[in-house]
T-cell receptor, first 114, second 112 residues
Framework: DSGVTQTPKHLITATGQRVTLRCSPR?????VYWYQQSLDQGLQFLIQ???????AKGNILERFSAQQFPDLHSELNLSSLELGDSALYFC?????????????FGPGTRLTVL | SQQGEEDPQALSIQEGENATMNCSYK?????LQWYRQNSGRGLVHLIL?????REKHSGRLRVTLDTSKKSSSLLITASRAADTASYFC????????????FGKGTTLSVSS
C-alpha cells in the first residue's frame, strides 16, 4: 500500500459526459501528479500540482482540468468524454517537487467511456 | 512523448534465472528510476539512480546507468514467479518540472 488513495476504482460512463476523479496523497506529500495509461499511448504525464499551485503541464487535453485543494487532495475533471479517453488514470505524490524524489502511485481509476 | 524505450518488450524466463531489461533515453537527465506494475495495478517504485552514479543495488536488483550512451539496465537476479510484472524506466523531464516520463515497459513473465 503506497498510502495514495484514488476513488472511484472503476468508472463507466457515456460519451459526452463529465467525470471527476479524486486523489488523496500520502500524508505529508505536497506534490501531486496525474498520469494517464492507455494501450496506445502508454503512461503519459498530464499535470502536476504542488501545495495547491499548478507546477507543470504535460499532455493534458483542454477538456481536462485539475485542482489541488487546501487539504492537498486533488481532483481531475474530464469533460466531453470521448471513446479514446478510456484509460487508467493514476495519481502519484511525492514529498516535495524537487528532483531525485521517488513518486508513490495510487491504485488508479479505470475509466471506460461507452 | 516517450523519453525512455525499454528493450525487450517482453521477456519469458524460468524461476531462478536472471532477467535483464534495458532502457534508452533521448535527452540529458538528472536521474532515472525503475518502476514495477502488476497487471492493471499501480506502479511501485523500485530504485532511483542519479546521473552521477554508475551502478546501484537493492536486494536482488542491480541497476546500471551509462549517461554517455543514454542507457540503463535493470537486472533481477534469481527471478521468482512473483517478479512477473511490467517494468518501466522513467526519467525526469526538463520540460515538465519533476514529472516522470515513462517508456513503454518490458513485460516479464517468470514461470515456475
Amino acid at each position: 500500500d503506497s498510502g495514495v488513495t484514488q476513488t472511484p476504482k472503476h468508472l463507466i460512463t457515456a460519451t459526452g459526459q463529465r467525470v471527476t476523479l479524486r486523489c488523496s496523497p500520502r500524508s505529508g506529500d505536497l506534490s501531486v501528479y496525474w498520469y494517464q495509461q492507455s494501450l496506445d499511448q502508454g503512461l503519459q504525464f498530464l499535470i502536476q500540482y504542488y501545495n495547491g499551485e499548478e507546477r507543470a503541464k504535460g499532455n493534458i487535453l483542454e477538456r481536462f482540468s485539475a485542482q489541488q485543494f487546501p487539504d492537498l487532495h486533488s481532483e481531475l475533471n474530464l469533460s466531453s468524454l470521448e471513446l479514446g479517453d478510456s484509460a487508467l488514470y493514476f495519481c502519484a505524490s511525492s514529498v516535495i517537487a524537487g528532483l531525485n524524489n521517488e513518486q508513490f502511485f495510487g491504485p488508479g481509476t479505470r475509466l471506460t467511456v461507452l | 512523448s516517450q523519453q525512455g524505450e525499454e528493450d525487450p518488450q517482453a521477456l519469458s524466463i524460468q524461476e531462478g534465472e536472471n532477467a535483464t531489461m534495458n532502457c534508452s533515453y533521448k535527452t540529458s537527465i538528472n536521474n532515472l528510476q525503475w518502476y514495477r506494475q502488476n497487471s492493471g495495478r499501480g506502479l511501485v517504485h523500485l530504485i532511483l539512480i542519479r546521473s552521477n552514479e554508475r551502478e546501484k543495488h537493492s536486494g536482488r536488483l542491480r541497476v546500471t546507468l551509462d549517461t554517455s550512451k543514454k542507457s540503463s539496465s535493470l537486472l533481477i537476479t534469481a527471478s521468482r514467479a512473483a517478479d512477473t510484472a511490467s517494468y518501466f524506466c522513467a526519467t525526469d523531464s526538463n520540460q515538465a518540472g519533476t514529472a516522470l516520463i515513462f517508456g513503454k515497459g518490458t513485460t516479464l513473465s517468470v514461470s515456475s
